[in-house]
């Protein structure tokens, strides 16, 4: 599906596919330990403490994560599909190089979770606020940010593709070497980037968003904006 992008010319933007969820009957992860390399199918995990535990390398298939803490987890290379997680909170969390598909994160309360070198594909992140996200070199394909907060994310190195921002707070945002390619960031309000201002092709922003950007853009293409006189 293609929507007309703000930008005069009559290109358009493509839209991000969002992933459509339906879990089966689950049943109670209870009171078990993660183990790297794990294989969970169907567990609902309510109200699970997950603080420091190590699940590398583990597979979550048709999951429900309710309210868990996620406080130093150590899930890197782990892959979460078809799976939604509702009100984590945590800090520290370790996915990085984790794989998330057709994956729904609602209300989480996050900082410093760690998701370079991830690959995120039909992901809708809605709600919450997360604190110094690093996706650095991480691949984010049809990915939907919505009436969230993130401070301070790192998207250095990493490729968008289809991603879009509804009615979501971006500041201080990293773009360094990134590749953007259908970024629809027209929702992003406020849309404040530290780093990366040139890394801007292949993005859609409004004219309200062009002119709060103007400052970063003229001392990126070295003009000196001065007062007539």
């Known amino acids: 599906m293609a929507r007309r992008a703000a930008d005069g010319r009559g290109t358009t933007v493509r839209a991000a596919r969002r992933p459509e969820l339906r879990l089966p009957p689950l049943a109670p992860f209870g009171d078990a330990v993660l183990e790297p390399d794990g294989d969970y199918d169907a567990l609902d995990f309510a109200e699970t403490d997950l603080t420091g535990q190590d699940g590398a390398g583990a597979r979550f298939m048709d999951c429900a994560l309710t309210g868990c803490a996620l406080d130093e987890a150590s899930l890197p290379r782990a892959r979460l599909l078809d799976s939604v997680l509702t009100g984590v909170r945590g800090v520290g969390t370790n996915l990085a190089e984790a794989t ?39 691949r984010l394909k049809d990915v939907v940010f919505e009436s969230c907060v993130l401070v301070e994310p790192d998207f250095g190195g990493a490729r968008l593709e289809r991603v879009e921002f509804v009615d979501c707070a971006l500041k201080e945002a990293d773009l360094s070497a990134a590749t953007l390619v259908d970024v629809d960031l027209r929702g992003a309000a406020p849309l404040e980037l530290a780093r ?21 853009l003229a001392a990126e293409l070295g003009v000196r904006v001065l007062a007539d006189g």
């Open 196 to 216: 990366g201002v040139d890394r801007l092709s292949g993005a859609v922003i409004s004219p309200a968003q062009l002119l709060d950007l103007a400052p970063v």
């Open 100 to 138: 998330l598909r057709d994956v729904e994160l609602r209300d989480a309360r996050l900082g410093g979770t760690q998701l370079h070198g991830a690959v995120l594909e039909r992901v809708l992140i809605r709600g919450g606020k997360i604190d110094y996200l690093n996706l650095r070199r991480s």
